[in-house]
């Protein structure tokens, strides 16, 4: 990729990618493997195996993982199909005024999410400092350091997403094997009784969510890959294969020492100032990806303002969150992300790929109409049924982002068909009496 075409200054929050910008799928692996190796990982592993016990833990960890590789790499294959970024999509798949809602939702998510993070962080470090050291910070300050590490990062958009993320993965491979090594076995997990609070559909619905915001901007890291099937493959490994191993390995430990999280189990087991390294990096590369994406929303929506100041702007309104303690609100906060942001990526999906949408079939309009029935009303049937389900009135698959999911397809496949069928002089079109 050549960054020297002014990348950095727009991100082409409104243009395709060119050419010139295409590269190798590896970034996406990266960028997303690494944003798997934060803070909210480590804590939603622990909270599903002390909620299940390590053995049905693995098996949500799986599922969760399946359904998160397979929405990802579809996602990261329409990023690079299109070379669009997410907000161009949303215009495409919602129409211009069901896609600014979908994009002020979902930039307003975004944003939300790095305070989430930000506030994590500054909570997490400064009890890790004061363990380790006897020196109390308070976390408001380091949740401000830390959101001007952000911006800076997301600054440099992608590239600067896959260079953090090339570090932190090996790093917290040889973490991991150096707690392993250094006090908690695998062995020892059998002596301790398995807790059973947490159901199954509802550990896979908190696995999905914990990285749902990651899978729906998937096309903002695949619109630069120049293979778009090689965008999805890594998506897919990234998301089905090394997120399910990052979930149990971390979960072992934390389980076996009975801990918070992964970080307290690092702690206490002498290594506490790179578990401090490993958790900054994580929640840098975590959070810049959210402000990088929620930045190119608003940008895209917001025409008067370019993108380094949306930046900016962003990373300030998510400190301030931060420093409220948004982490007081972290699992409801993923369980709401788990039901309403699945089926935009699924609109998303089948707007691109279905070959009977209009952009599949290369008959989409210039410029987009200004409400998509399909796309709109699919979005509203798979929140609402996502909402009902996981608040136990019903279920169709007893998981939550799996029945938005099938809801939202359905009701787009529905509409869409409906459409179809009244197209005038179409060979399919509705007969007359």
């Known amino acids: 990729m050549n960054d020297s075409t ?6 082409y929050a409104r243009q395709l990618v060119p050419d010139a910008q ?9 960028i997303v493997a690494g944003a798997l190796c934060g803070l909210p990982v480590y804590v939603l592993a622990a909270q599903v195996v002390h909620g299940m ?27 690079a199909r299109t070379r669009m970024n997410l907000a161009m999509l949303a215009d495409e798949a919602f129409g211009l005024i069901g896609g600014r809602v979908v994009k002020t939702v979902i930039a307003l998510s975004l944003v939300g999410w790095v305070g989430v993070i930000l506030s994590v962080l500054g909570a997490t470090a400064g009890s890790a400092i004061s363990s380790l050291y006897g020196v109390t ?15 800076g990062i997301a600054l440099h958009g992608v590239r600067g997403l896959e260079q953090v993320g090339m570090v932190i993965s090996p790093l917290l491979l040889g973490l991991l094997a150096w707690t392993f090594y250094k006090g908690c076995p695998p062995t020892a997990v059998s002596v301790l009784a398995a807790p059973t609070s947490l159901g199954f559909g509802a550990a896979v619905s908190a696995v999905v969510g914990e990285y749902v915001v990651g899978i729906v901007i998937q096309p903002d890291y695949g619109r630069f890959v120049r293979r778009p099937a090689g965008a999805g493959i890594a998506s897919g490994l990234a998301l089905g294969v090394a997120f399910p191993c990052i979930l149990t390995l971390s979960a072992m430990p934390t389980y076996t020492c009975s801990a918070a ?9 002498g290594i506490g100032l790179p578990a401090i390294a490993l958790l900054v990096l994580g929640a840098w590369i975590d959070a810049s990806a959210c402000l990088y994406s929620g930045s190119l929303s608003l940008t895209n929506e917001v025409k008067r303002f370019r993108l380094p100041w949306v930046t900016v702007c962003s990373a300030g309104i998510g400190c301030v969150f931060a420093i409220f303690h948004a982490e007081r609100l972290f699992m409801p906060f993923l369980a709401l992300l788990g039901v309403t ?23 989409a309009a210039v410029r987009p109409p200004a409400i998509r029935r399909a796309g709109v009303l699919a979005w509203i049937a798979g929140s609402v049924t996502g909402y009902f389900t996981s608040n136990g009135y019903f279920t169709v698959t007893g998981i939550a982002s799996i029945d938005s999911v099938l809801i939202a397809a359905g009701v787009w496949l529905l509409v869409t068909t409906m459409n179809r069928a009244r197209r005038p002089g179409a060979p399919w079109a509705l007969k007359k009496a």
Do not use: K
Request: hydrophobic share 60%.
């Open 341 to 363: 942001f699945p089926p935009v990526a699924a609109i998303n999906i089948l707007h691109t790929l279905w070959p009977w949408s209009e952009r599949a079939s290369g008959q």
């Open 261 to 269: 999280d992964l970080i307290a189990v690092m702690v206490a087991v």
């Open 53 to 79: 016990g390590l053995g049905r833990a693995r098996y949500a960890f799986l599922a969760g993982g399946l359904i998160s590789g397979t929405l990802g790499a579809l996602s990261a294959y329409c990023g």
């Open 6 to 11: 002014g990348f950095i200054a727009e991100g």
């Open 22 to 30: 295409l590269g190798g799928a590896h970034r996406v692996f990266f």
């Open 137 to 151: 910070i308070n976390s408001a300050w380091i949740a401000i350091a830390a959101a001007v590490a952000v911006a």
